[in-house]
């Protein structure tokens, strides 16, 4: 047996190759982390987070957790994470709404439906996101009148330049016996699940498909025992009024959330609808055909049969719209919404601490698309081909 | 999945070292070798840019007047589209020269950003700067300049809509819970909240990172007030807002906002020459010499009016500049009144603190003996 020069071996110099490129990789961070210390040094700076527990000292427009100016830095960094999590979650989800909507109307067989679609991606997709920001902002909300003469839509909606206020709902007393009512029904229904399945599993004869009536028999009767324990509703209706110089009750969108909400919604939503039109492109003539022989409707054949199928092709792409969304919403400060990276910026400015605050904001970006990754890909893989 | 985290980890500490490095700009290597030189030793200090007492002669030798202005700031310092410069520290350029060239035209200005206009000065790019800049103790020291005579007593005020509150001498709790439109990464943001957490008054901020966006928001009806410097609320109201008689700006000071124009440290002989420029402006004014009435002050018997003109003594030549540098200045430029009048006026900037000491303001010149 001749043994094999190992210069010649595909898997040594394989490794090799990867070897150097880590050592290279280690001594250019190396370096740059040198670099960075003695120029630091030279200038007299300290790295480090010791100044996030002194007092923030500034104030924040909106939060949706306690926050007061003499909070410590690091609570009004949470502030920003929370405000930006909650517009890039609103936004993932009526984005694909729109993106689902608009992306079927592209390929509507009615003329104006069709071009309308097509008009509205063209223009949003083409044109910068922060000037259209700007002209949600400038040219829409903040025409829109004062309090005192607020446009009223039924609900009662009002929309006015100091926010949009809907109507939403109030606990009452009895919301958490009502909770539990309803945590009690959806329990049934797996328990229901898991008692069929047993009993189908042991059974000689297949059970009757009406034993599947009592996943809605069950549940609905936990919920009418309930009703009769405690008959005051749980929730009742908080609808926004004039009190005194401004709206009181109802749901308030701040103007600098609305614009920003719309601007993301609409600019991503139109890639969404290039994605879900390749995506549907993408099934198959034949399925189509397949399903209308069968006699299937219009709406059946897309629902069943083309969406399914799309999905695959849809859901990677879909992801990176997800994350630009919440990368993009880094532009709020623009237009004066206090998400992570304007609040970041102030405390920047504020106590000089370049790198630390800069380490932090990259870190929270991060994990947060890496989260939407992640549970995207697990969507991915449940929808995935299976190949045998 | 977990493959990517990493790759993306090393990534993120990787621009995180980049961008650290990034202000520093000047090759590398050569800084590292830098530092293992001094090590140990205390930091160095800015080197002034030209040895003591050449400024004065390197600017006489050129001919001009090298000064660092606002471009953008009407009232203060503006260039208008033909290319001509005009505004209340702009003025205080005109004078310099004026002094040392007895020509109000030998200033070559620079239009300088608000991060730029100290290293400006620093590396001698600029003979002197004037744009409104605050004198504050870190610029004094840590920055490395020095500071001259105040030109202007600014501070931190609040412009409310005549319909929420009409009369100016109403204090911060007139203004419970209102939206404070407000320039983000300024001090004036955290005077913002600690003003009325003092005053224990409740009010919502909404926070731009452009000056011009926050006035547009302000005239759009997004924010009951605005705050900024007084000075910047009455010129850029003027300038941006729709109409700004429905606009009052309150009394109240919410911060000391000293305005003066600064030199590199470390070359007093052209820090004195820029300062008793000014000095001399605010003399004139409290003497009554005017650009118009300036010959005939010539043949006064007073002693103060003719040391101050150069008829009499060498206080000029002391100073390493003409005899008689007042009198150029004051019959090229003006005095500090008139300079005042010229670029302010039209903006009813009321004098307040600018005001002579004789008049109850801040404005005091050292004697010239």
């Known amino acids: ?388 | 999945m977990p493959k990517f985290s990493y790759v993306f980890g090393l990534l993120v500490v990787i621009s995180v070292l980049l961008a650290a490095c990034a202000p520093s700009g000047a090759p590398i290597t050569v800084e590292v070798t830098r530092i293992v030189e001094v090590a140990g030793e205390a930091p160095t200090p800015v080197p002034p840019p030209v040895a003591g007492g050449e400024r004065l002669q390197t600017v006489l030798d050129r001919g001009k007047v090298i000064c660092g202005v606002h471009g953008s700031f009407q009232g203060f310092g503006f260039v208008d589209s033909a290319g001509a410069w005009s505004g209340f520290d702009v003025d205080f350029c005109r004078a310099w020269a004026a002094a040392l060239f007895n020509d109000a035209e030998a200033v070559e200005f620079r239009g300088l950003s608000a991060q730029a206009r100290f290293t400006a000065v620093q590396s001698g790019e600029v003979d002197v700067l004037s744009r409104n800049s605050t004198w504050t103790w870190t610029r004094d020291t840590e920055l490395g300049l020095t500071f001259g005579p105040v030109t202007f007593y600014d501070g931190q005020a609040i412009m409310v809509k005549k319909e929420i509150v009409s009369d100016p001498t109403a204090g911060l709790d007139a203004l419970e819970g209102a939206n404070v439109c407000v320039q983000s990464g300024t001090t004036t943001e955290l005077n913002l909240a600690d003003q009325f957490r003092a005053a224990n008054v409740g009010y919502t901020p909404v926070v731009f990172e452009d000056q011009t966006a926050a006035f547009q928001a302000y005239d759009e009806g997004r924010c009951d007030a605005i705050t900024s410097d007084r000075s910047q609320l009455a010129t850029q109201g003027q300038a941006v807002l729709a109409n700004f008689a429905d606009h009052v700006i309150l009394d109240l000071v919410m911060s000391k906002e000293p305005l003066a124009p600064a030199v590199a440290q470390g070359d007093d002989k052209w820090a004195d020459a820029v300062h008793w420029v000014v000095y001399g402006m605010i003399q004139a004014e409290e003497l009554g010499i005017t650009s118009a009435n300036v010959d005939s002050f010539l043949s006064s018997q007073d002693p103060v009016v003719r040391r101050l003109l150069g008829v009499e003594g060498e206080l000029g030549s002391k100073l390493g500049l003409s005899n008689d540098f007042v009198y150029r200045v004051i019959k090229l430029v003006g005095n500090y009144g008139e300079v005042y009048e010229k670029n302010l006026g039209p903006f009813n900037l009321a004098r307040g603190q600018n005001a002579l000491w004789t008049d109850g303001g801040l404005m005091y010149a050292p004697p010239f003996r």
Do not use: C, H
Not at chain 1, 52 to 79: C, H, T, W
């Open chain 1, 1 to 388: 047996m001749k043994l094999k020069a190992f210069w010649r071996d595909i898997r040594f110099l394989q490794m090799l190759a990867q070897g150097i490129f880590v050592i290279l990789l280690a001594l250019a961070a190396g370096y740059l982390y040198v670099n960075v210390t003695a120029n630091l040094q030279r200038q007299g700076l300290t790295v480090g987070y010791g100044f996030m527990k002194n007092p923030a000292s500034f104030d924040i427009g909106e939060s949706y957790i306690p926050y007061q100016a003499s909070d410590p830095y690091q609570r009004a960094l949470i502030v920003g994470v929370v405000n930006t999590l909650v517009v890039s979650l609103v936004g993932i989800l009526l984005t694909t709404i729109v993106g689902v909507l608009v992306g079927i109307a592209r390929l509507s067989t009615n003329w104006l439906v069709n071009k309308l679609a097509a008009a509205y991606v063209g223009v949003l997709r083409n044109t910068p996101l922060i000037i259209q920001l700007m002209f949600w902002y400038f040219g829409v909300i903040l025409q829109l009148p004062s309090v005192k003469q607020a446009i009223e839509l039924p609900g009662p909606a009002f929309l006015t330049n100091r926010g949009i206020y809907l109507p939403w709902t109030e606990t009452t007393a009895t919301f958490p016996a009502w909770r539990m009512y309803l945590i009690l029904a959806i329990i049934s229904v797996f328990v229901i699940w898991f008692v069929l399945q047993i009993a189908r599993s042991r059974a000689s004869i297949p059970l009757s498909p009406s034993w599947n009536l009592s996943y809605l028999v069950i549940p609905v009767l936990i919920l009418w025992l309930g009703a009769e324990i405690q008959p005051a509703p749980p929730i009742t209706p908080y609808l926004p009024e004039l009190a005194g110089l401004n709206f009181k009750g109802g749901l308030r969108l701040t103007p600098e959330f609305a614009a920003l909400l719309f601007g993301l919604v609409l600019y991503t939503g139109a890639f969404i609808a290039e994605i879900v039109r390749a995506g549907i492109l993408a099934v198959s003539r034949g399925q189509v055909e397949a399903a209308r022989s069968l006699g299937l409707t219009n709406g059946q054949t897309l629902r069943l049969i083309v969406f399914p199928q799309a999905l695959r092709v849809i859901i990677p792409p879909l992801t990176s719209q997800y994350l630009n969304l919440a990368k993009n919403s880094s532009l709020a400060i623009a237009i004066g919404y206090p998400d992570l990276f304007s609040i970041a910026g102030t405390v920047f400015n504020q106590t000089g601490a370049a790198i630390e605050i800069i380490v932090v904001m990259m870190l929270s970006y991060l994990s947060l698309s890496l989260f939407t990754s992640l549970i995207m890909n697990i969507y991915n893989s449940r929808t995935r081909l299976v190949e045998r």
